[in-house]
């Protein structure tokens, strides 16, 4: 019986490593050819466009490791039944539940793996290829994001710290200000709020200049303070300039992504989108497991078919289980679903499906 473990194990891991870097190769691919013409008029070489589909491999990755795990596992039973394998087992006194043991731990171990891409590889890989746009397009680096923290030059060469923004409502929170002159603090502006107000230029084209509010002015130079109730600053570009380079919430890892809520939530802001993405980061990786119990359990309960009907069977499942997520994520989202039970509805959902077909298999 070990023998016969080892030779499954061993083909699954095999056709794993090819179907799921093959998947992500190609899906980080399709990212380079959707940023070509942007790329192109900048004549890049051969070698960045090379590093920026390396860059994108871990994200598609661990988005597309549960469809790659459930269709290798599904095609190496399927065909082992359609071989007649499984009924020899059978007839020789094997018990299948036996054989399918070290599977269970595979799946342990890819959720585990998932974890890791989502907490250590994907964030910062995510933040290199957004680097190496940047370098492709000649944009330059105007600003560092950080657990909702900022940081940038303004038009008139000030340096900006933002402690706290909200790209959705596009306020700014704990604005410091730092005015020099050659290398030398000057002026030091610090606002307690700040947001993007029209203004007459607006019609002309501008998206409108900052308000700050409950602002105190310190002059270095003369020592005098003066504070304002309200203060236009028409130095700060508009968040439509860096909303696009935003760090966005899937690029984050879990600890960054629940440093950046607590920071939200001790302002004074609960951003239900945040929380929703933050217990969909801890849920995701278990379906890789519960993939692998639906991939070992469905062949055994009769002949699957060849290699297309397996993998339509795959696709069909893998595909119902991203739009069902979806649907769900977008109720919790929305607040018609606690966020709990919107990330972990669908995953225990298809856990117990695999569970129940594990626990039926006839030995």
Known sequence: MLIIQRHYLKEFFRLLAVVAAGLAFIFSLLELIDKIDDFLPHKPPLKNLLLYIFFNFPR??????????????????????????????????GRIK??????????????????????MIVPDFSKKAHELRDTI????????????????????????????????????????????????????????????????????????????ENVIVYDIESGKTNRYKELEYPFIESPAIFAEDIQKPEDMGIGELFRYTRKLEAAGFKNLKLIV??????????????????????????????GLVTTAIGIFISLLYWFSHAMSLSMGYAGILPPIIATWLIPVIFGIVGISLFTRIQE
């Open 60 to 93: 598609y990755l661990l988005y597309l490791l549960p469809m790659a795990i459930l269709l290798c596992s599904l095609f190496i039973f399927s065909q082992a039944n359609r071989r007649e394998e499984i009924t020899a087992i059978r007839a020789a006194g």
């Open 98 to 119: 036996t054989l399918l043991v070290p599977f269970l731990f595979a799946g342990l171990f890819l959720s585990l793996c998932g974890f890791i891409l989502s907490e």
């Open 277 to 306: 993405d933050l217990n969909s980061k801890i849920s995701y990786p278990f379906i890789n497991f519960f993939m692998i119990l639906l991939g070992i359990s469905l062949p055994m309960r009769g002949k699957t078919g060849g």
């Open 137 to 212: 397009t000649k944009k330059g680096k105007k600003f560092s994001f950080k657990e909702g923290t900022v940081w940038f030059r303004a038009t008139d060469g000030s340096i900006i710290k933002i402690a706290l923004y909200l790209p959705e409502k596009k306020i700014s929170k704990g604005i410091s200000i730092f005015k020099t002159d050659s290398g030398n603090l000057r002026e030091r502006i610090e606002a307690e709020w700040g947001e993007v107000k029209s203004s007459k230029l607006e019609a002309k084209g501008s998206e409108g200049i900052w308000r700050l």
